[in-house]
């Protein structure tokens, strides 16, 4: 079946821009999780959303950074005005609701932010 | 919230030679200790995983063992390829919330 996928694959954008990114899990997965990979660096731990629990927002960097999901499905990861820092490559995960949850990840999206 | 640390940043091995990965863990109800290896490019993969009511686990040339006690495990790769050169990352599970370490870089010196 399908995996995890992410889209756009590559965004570049202009500094103080809205970018949307959006990750579609794999089918009957309930637990979506993303993460941000600097160039070189490990997996930095943005949200989680488990079914209908209120989200783990603990991992956001500011409040420029938001999620949603709805239901079991989509989610988008929306970062405003965005910031140079801000490049990186945003990885998406899905996995079962069980005590041992393999999590499968998307290709990520590229983000630039010039 | 959990914390993983994990250790070395980097290893450099020679073809054939071992290599070991450590890391450590904050949360004692974590339960689930899955490695990911993540290859120039690609996304991370799993390659092994333990759960908490065992200490050790083998796959070929790649174990994994926990100590509970301790809050730690470990990855054991023998007779290294230049194929398993990449980034390796623990991480440490409760209840599908799932915290990674910082990852190790490893390369096999052919």
């Known amino acids: 079946g399908a995996g995890v996928s992410q889209s756009p694959s590559n965004k570049v954008t202009e500094k103080g821009k809205d970018v949307e990114l959006r990750c579609d899990p794999i089918s009957g997965h309930t637990a979506l999780y993303w993460y941000r990979q600097r160039l070189g660096q490990g997996l930095e731990f943005l949200i989680y959303f488990q079914g209908n629990s209120a989200p783990d927002k603990s991992g956001l960097p500011s409040d420029r950074f938001s999620a949603e999901r709805t239901g079991e499905s989509v989610s988008t990861l929306t970062i405003q005005r965005t910031q140079q820092e801000d490049s990186a490559v945003y990885l998406c995960a899905s996995s079962w609701t069980s005590l041992y949850n393999e999590q499968f990840f998307g290709p990520g999206t590229r983000l630039t932010v010039l | 919230g959990e914390n993983v640390e994990q250790h070395p940043s980097t290893l450099s091995v020679q073809e054939g030679d071992s290599a070991v990965i450590k890391c450590t863990y904050s949360?004692?109800?974590?339960?689930?200790f899955p490695w990911y290896k993540q290859e120039l490019g690609k996304r991370p993969q799993l390659i092994i995983d333990i759960r908490s009511n065992v200490g050790e686990k083998k796959d070929q040339r790649i174990a994994v063992t926990l100590n509970k006690t301790a809050k730690h495990f470990s990855l054991h790769i023998t007779e290294t390829q230049p194929e398993d050169s990449a980034v390796y990352f623990c991480a440490a599970s409760k209840n599908n919330d799932m915290r990674f370490g910082a990852g190790t870089r490893l390369t096999v010196k052919p």
């Open positions: 949360d004692s109800a974590s339960n689930y």
